[in-house]
């Protein structure tokens, strides 16, 4: 299974970054096949993700450059559906709406809750579709678990509410 981690800064205090890298990088024992991480600044969701080891990915320059936000999530995976290689099948998944998950589990129903034009091979993007159907946190958040069969958590930031992690 994959690992999903999260982080929110109350009153402004941003973490130093080599903490936040050291956590990345050890999240990579849940998953070796990809990493990403996403964050929203200046109402823009943003989303660096490739089919490496989290490892790997801190040595990039985005990460390089990466100044950390108030509120970021990030994956490592463990392929179980969809090919790595093909990036849309990695973490962060995002919507046209904004809406940016990290998820680790199973769900046993995506097949049935997703039509044939999936925008990804993996399961996650079915608690996408879910969200995306309602504005309402409280509501998302219930539909998710009314919706999907399986096992599973996930993350969930938002350009709607860029000071909120689910």
């Given at each position: 299974?994959?690992?999903?981690?999260?982080y929110y800064?109350?009153?402004?205090?941003?973490?130093?970054?080599?903490?936040?890298?050291?956590?990345?990088?050890?999240?990579?024992?849940?998953?070796?096949?990809?990493?990403?991480?996403?964050?929203?600044?200046?109402?823009?969701?943003?989303?660096?993700?490739?089919?490496?080891?989290?490892?790997?990915?801190?040595?990039?320059?985005?990460?390089?450059?990466?100044v950390l936000?108030?509120?970021?999530?990030?994956?490592?995976?463990?392929?179980?559906?969809?090919?790595?290689?093909?990036?849309?099948?990695?973490?962060?998944?995002?919507?046209?709406?904004?809406?940016?998950?990290?998820?680790?589990?199973?769900?046993?129903?995506?097949?049935?809750?997703?039509?044939?034009?999936?925008?990804?091979?993996?399961?996650?993007?079915?608690?996408?579709?879910?969200?995306?159907?309602?504005?309402?946190?409280?509501?998302?958040?219930?539909?998710?678990?009314?919706?999907?069969?399986?096992?599973?958590?996930?993350?969930?930031?938002?350009?709607?509410?860029?000071?909120?992690?689910?």
């Amino acid at each position: 299974m994959c690992g999903i981690m999260g982080y929110y800064s109350f009153q402004g205090e941003i973490p130093e970054k080599n903490v936040i890298t050291n956590m990345f990088i050890n999240l990579q024992s849940r998953g070796t096949d990809a990493s990403g991480y996403a964050f929203i600044s200046d109402n823009k969701l943003n989303v660096f993700k490739a089919p490496v080891q989290a490892s790997e990915l801190v040595k990039t320059s985005e990460w390089n450059d990466l100044v950390l936000q108030k509120c970021m999530i990030f994956h490592a995976r463990q392929q179980t559906q969809g090919d790595s290689f093909y990036n849309r099948n990695n973490h962060p998944l995002f919507n046209k709406q904004g809406q940016c998950i990290v998820h680790n589990g199973q769900i046993y129903n995506d097949s049935f809750i997703l039509s044939e034009t999936r925008e990804a091979e993996v399961d996650s993007i079915a608690i996408l579709n879910v969200l995306r159907g309602y504005q309402d946190i409280n509501v998302q958040i219930q539909m998710v678990f009314d919706t999907l069969i399986g096992k599973f958590a996930f993350a969930f930031i938002d350009v709607n509410n860029p000071n909120r992690l689910v």
